[in-house]
C-alpha cells in the first residue's frame, strides 16, 4: 500500500512539473508586451532641445508655456497652443487685435524688452520660448526658472523660428502642416496674380521722427521673396532697413509700388512724420504717388507681430491689392 501510494506521489508530482514547464513556454509573447513599456515611457519622457543658446532638457508635453516673444505667441496659436502668459503687443492693449480673442485668460508679463522676472517664476511654468536679440542677457535667470529655448533673432526668420516652438512643443507634424498649409497659398497666389507679380516694390515705414526704407531680410521682405516680386533696390536681399532722409525719396522713382506702413501708439509721432512727410514736394511728385501705385497697409500685420497668423493676414492683403480672388 505504501509503495502504491508512493506511486501515486510521484505520479502527480510529474504532472504539476509538466504544466510548470508548458506556462514558461510562452516567453516570447510576455517579451514583446515588456517592450513595448520602454518605447513608450521613453516617448512621454523629457526630450533634448538643440537651439542658439544650446541644449535644454524639455517636458514631452509641457502643459505651462511662457512666451517672450510676439511671433512666438502667434505660433503656439497656430500650434493650439494657449500660453499661460505672455509679452504684450508693441501697441499695447495688452494684445494685438488679430490674437485678441485668443488670448483670453492669459497673463501679461510686459513687453519683449522687459519682460517681468518676478511675476515669470511665480507663475511656475514648465517651458519658456525667447529670443537671443532680444533676451540674451535673462537667459541665464530665465533657465533658472524652467527649461528655456531660444531663437535668434527677429527679423524675416518667422518660419526658422516657428520650427524651433514647434520642435520644443513636441508639434513638429502639426508645425509642418501650419507651414504647407501657408506655402500652398502662397503658390495660388503666385499662379494667380502672374504677370501683375512683374512690378518692382518699394516699402517705407514711417514713426515717431524717423523714416525707413524695409528691405529684403525684414518680415515683409521674405515674404515678397517667397512669392518673387522684384523690388527697386537690387542689394535689397542684403539688407535689413536703413533709416533716410527726405532727399533720398527720388529713389523710390525706381519703383513700380510703393507699400508703405505707420508705427503710431496712440501718441502721434507716427502719423505727424507721416503726414510731414507724405505733404513734402519730393513726396508729391514721386511717380508712385501721381500714378496711384502706392498702398497703406497695417504696421501691426505687416511688421511689428511678424508671426505666422501676421504672415497669413499679410497674403490676405496681396490677394485683394492685387486683385486676385483666393
Request: proline share 5%; charged share 30%.
Amino acid at each position: 500500500m505504501k509503495s502504491a501510494a508512493l506511486i501515486a506521489v510521484v505520479f502527480v508530482l510529474s504532472i504539476v512539473l509538466a504544466a510548470c514547464g508548458q506556462s514558461a513556454a510562452p516567453q516570447p509573447a510576455d517579451t514583446s508586451k515588456q517592450g513595448t513599456a520602454p518605447a513608450a515611457a521613453t516617448a512621454e519622457g523629457p526630450r533634448k532641445i538643440k537651439h542658439i543658446m544650446g541644449e535644454t532638457e524639455v517636458p514631452a508635453q509641457p502643459k505651462k508655456v511662457i512666451v517672450l516673444t510676439n511671433e512666438g505667441t502667434e505660433a503656439l496659436l497656430a500650434l493650439g497652443v494657449k500660453p499661460i502668459a505672455a509679452v504684450d503687443s508693441y501697441y499695447g492693449n495688452p494684445w494685438y487685435d488679430h490674437i485678441k480673442a485668443d488670448m483670453e485668460g492669459v497673463k501679461n508679463i510686459g513687453g519683449e524688452s522687459q519682460p517681468n522676472l518676478e511675476l515669470i517664476a511665480s507663475l511656475k511654468p514648465d517651458l519658456i520660448l525667447g529670443n537671443k536679440m532680444r533676451h540674451e542677457k535673462i537667459y541665464e535667470q530665465l533657465k533658472a526658472i524652467a527649461p528655456t529655448v531660444y531663437t535668434e533673432t527677429l527679423r524675416g526668420e518667422w518660419k526658422s523660428n516657428f520650427q524651433v516652438y514647434a520642435d520644443a512643443l513636441n508639434k513638429k507634424a502639426e508645425g509642418d502642416k501650419v507651414i504647407s498649409a501657408f506655402d500652398k497659398r502662397i503658390d495660388d497666389f503666385k499662379q494667380k496674380a502672374g504677370d501683375k507679380l512683374k512690378e518692382k516694390v518699394a516699402v517705407v515705414r514711417f514713426m515717431g521722427g524717423k523714416t525707413r526704407y524695409y528691405y529684403g531680410e525684414m518680415f515683409t521682405g521674405v515674404i515678397f521673396k517667397q512669392i518673387g516680386i522684384p523690388r527697386n533696390d537690387p542689394k535689397s536681399d542684403e539688407k535689413s532697413f536703413e533709416d533716410i532722409t527726405k532727399e533720398r525719396l527720388t529713389e523710390l522713382d525706381t519703383a513700380d509700388k510703393v507699400f508703405y506702413f505707420t508705427y503710431d501708439v496712440g501718441d502721434g509721432k507716427g502719423k505727424k512724420q507721416e503726414e510731414e512727410w507724405m505733404n513734402d514736394p519730393l513726396w508729391k511728385n514721386l511717380k508712385v504717388v501721381k500714378e496711384n501705385k502706392l498702398v497703406k497697409v497695417s504696421d501691426a500685420t505687416w511688421n511689428t507681430s511678424g508671426g505666422v497668423k501676421a504672415a497669413n493676414l499679410m497674403l490676405d492683403d496681396m490677394y485683394k491689392i492685387y486683385d486676385v480672388k483666393p
